[in-house]
């Protein structure tokens, strides 16, 4: 049988491996995933996490329960070798082996983008995955555990400022979250008040979530501010060294949760592989899908999702490729399932084309922001939009089922 290995199990891997099973017909290919992680992470749900909102082993979806007729394997691929079409895998507890294969499909997805910035890698907690969110929210309660038992004064101004550094939909969705928390903590701590309670949100950039309109965005500031959330735009953090916050504008404070939402980049394994690879590290692809280099494609290799430059036939593409988010991810990965099994059975690949469908993001409990061309919906009803989409967008019946009835719970019983 031919042999179709997949590196990474996020969302374009998962959903590769799902509709190959659905697509493939008995005895016709050998399916194998490979990924350190047992589950992939709907990581649209990672800022609910940080706030309490949902369940953290809700918002993971778990490979070998829904992957049946695929070889899950629990690994690292560390280098590809596609002239030979053979990938080296540090498998989990039993050292490196080498996997040959006939089509190999990289969906390894994406990694924080950082910068040499003093005191970041040291202190800076990233937000990509689930633990990082869970490790989030734990040192929040730890804070207020401490500061509730200090007296008014530096160290308890350390533990309750709270900085997020980039001002994208996972940097403004985590900051709103975070602060949603924080207020509803709040009641638990009678020695507290509402203004010892510092947040700040620190973007290079004139403006905040680029997917949404200006006017959109500026209301997103004022709701944040009149929420005691500062936002400081045009601004670029210095230093980080020891928790204290350097900002470019000359301001300075001490942090001890410091959370890096500073963009993405595709995973830097790729760059231990002979697959060709644009100036920005991502694997450079046609519109099938299928890897190319220049016009010529290569044979057996294809990528999707956030590790890929995949053309964005319709437009809407920022320098001519598909953005990095779930939107594409799930739908690239749908269409490439389709297109390996017709290329086994000797059948035309088809391109890939989406119109987005808008963005929508959650800004803590009972306020979201939706944006689709010139529309607009703000507050209460764009919230129910953003739990509704996401609630039906996570794969799965069985995860759907758990964080509605999470969200029903929460709302009769609170977080």
């Given at each position: 049988?031919?042999?179709?290995?997949?590196?990474?199990?996020?969302?374009?891997?998962?959903?590769?491996?799902?509709?190959?099973?659905?697509?493939?017909?008995?005895?016709?290919?050998?399916?194998?995933?490979?990924?350190?992680?047992?589950?992939?992470?709907?990581?649209?749900?990672?800022?609910?996490?940080?706030?309490?909102?949902?369940?953290?082993?809700?918002?993971?979806?778990?490979?070998?329960?829904?992957?049946?007729?695929?070889?899950?394997?629990?690994?690292?691929?560390?280098?590809?070798?596609?002239?030979?079409?053979?990938?080296?895998?540090?498998?989990?507890?039993?050292?490196?082996?080498?996997?040959?294969?006939?089509?190999?499909?990289?969906?390894?997805?994406?990694?924080?983008?950082?910068?040499?910035?003093?005191?970041?890698?040291?202190?800076?907690?990233?937000?990509?995955?689930?633990?990082?969110?869970?490790?989030?929210?734990?040192?929040?309660?730890?804070?207020?555990?401490?500061?509730?038992?200090?007296?008014?004064?530096?160290?308890?101004?350390?533990?309750?400022?709270?900085?997020?550094?980039?001002?994208?939909?996972?940097?403004?969705?985590?900051?709103?979250?975070?602060?949603?928390?924080?207020?509803?903590?709040?009641?638990?701590?009678?020695?507290?008040?509402?203004?010892?309670?510092?947040?700040?949100?620190?973007?290079?950039?004139?403006?905040?979530?680029?997917?949404?309109?200006?006017?959109?965005?500026?209301?997103?500031i004022a709701n944040l501010d009149r929420r005691g959330a500062k936002i400081h735009l045009n601004t670029q953090l210095q230093s980080a060294e020891k928790g204290i916050i350097q900002l470019s504008t000359g301001e300075s404070f001490a942090s001890d949760v410091i959370v890096w939402t500073a963009g993405v980049m595709a995973h830097p394994y790729v760059r231990n592989t002979d697959l060709p690879l644009d100036d920005r590290g991502r694997i450079t692809a046609k519109a099938t899908l299928q890897v190319a280099n220049g016009d010529d494609v290569l044979a057996g290799a294809w990528t999707a999702g956030d590790v890929s430059a995949v053309p964005d036939l319709s437009g809407f593409g920022v320098g001519g490729f598909c953005v990095p988010n779930a939107q594409h991810a799930?739908?690239?990965?749908?269409?490439?399932?389709?297109?390996?099994?017709?290329?086994?059975?000797?059948?035309?690949?088809?391109?890939?084309?989406?119109?987005?469908?808008?963005?929508?993001?959650?800004?803590?409990?009972?306020?979201?922001?939706?944006?689709?061309?010139?529309?607009?919906?703000?507050?209460?009803?764009?919230?129910?939009?953003?739990?509704?989409?996401?609630?039906?967008?996570?794969?799965?019946?069985?995860?759907?089922?758990?964080?509605?009835?999470?969200?029903?719970?929460?709302?009769?019983?609170?977080?």
């Amino acid at each position: 049988m031919p042999k179709i290995l997949i590196v990474g199990g996020g969302y374009a891997g998962f959903y590769t491996a799902l509709k190959l099973e659905k697509h493939l017909g008995k005895g016709e290919a050998e399916v194998t995933m490979i990924d350190p992680l047992p589950y992939m992470t709907y990581q649209p749900f990672l800022p609910e996490v940080v706030a309490g909102s949902i369940e953290a082993r809700h918002a993971v979806v778990s490979h070998r329960r829904h992957l049946r007729k695929t070889n899950v394997v629990s690994g690292r691929v560390t280098n590809v070798d596609h002239a030979k079409k053979v990938a080296t895998v540090e498998l989990a507890g039993a050292g490196k082996q080498k996997i040959s294969y006939d089509h190999i499909v990289v969906t390894a997805g994406a990694v924080s983008r950082t910068f040499p910035i003093p005191g970041v890698a040291d202190n800076a907690i990233g937000l990509k995955n689930i633990e990082e969110a869970i490790e989030v929210r734990n040192r929040i309660l730890a804070n207020f555990d401490k500061a509730a038992n200090l007296p008014a004064g530096a160290e308890r101004d350390r533990l309750l400022t709270f900085v997020v550094v980039g001002g994208g939909f996972a940097g403004i969705e985590a900051f709103a979250e975070m602060r949603s928390l924080a207020s509803y903590l709040l009641r638990y701590y009678p020695t507290l008040t509402f203004d010892d309670v510092h947040f700040h949100l620190i973007e290079a950039m004139g403006r905040i979530m680029p997917e949404v309109s200006q006017k959109t965005s500026e209301w997103v500031i004022a709701n944040l501010d009149r929420r005691g959330a500062k936002i400081h735009l045009n601004t670029q953090l210095q230093s980080a060294e020891k928790g204290i916050i350097q900002l470019s504008t000359g301001e300075s404070f001490a942090s001890d949760v410091i959370v890096w939402t500073a963009g993405v980049m595709a995973h830097p394994y790729v760059r231990n592989t002979d697959l060709p690879l644009d100036d920005r590290g991502r694997i450079t692809a046609k519109a099938t899908l299928q890897v190319a280099n220049g016009d010529d494609v290569l044979a057996g290799a294809w990528t999707a999702g956030d590790v890929s430059a995949v053309p964005d036939l319709s437009g809407f593409g920022v320098g001519g490729f598909c953005v990095p988010n779930a939107q594409h991810a799930v739908r690239q990965a749908k269409l490439l399932a389709k297109n390996i099994v017709a290329e086994l059975r000797g059948e035309g690949v088809k391109e890939y084309f989406h119109k987005p469908l808008g963005a929508v993001a959650g800004l803590g409990i009972g306020v979201g922001v939706y944006q689709w061309k010139k529309l607009s919906v703000k507050g209460l009803i764009a919230w129910f939009m953003h739990r509704g989409y996401h609630g039906l967008a996570i794969p799965m019946w069985e995860r759907k089922i758990r964080v509605f009835a999470g969200w029903i719970w929460n709302f009769l019983l609170r977080r």
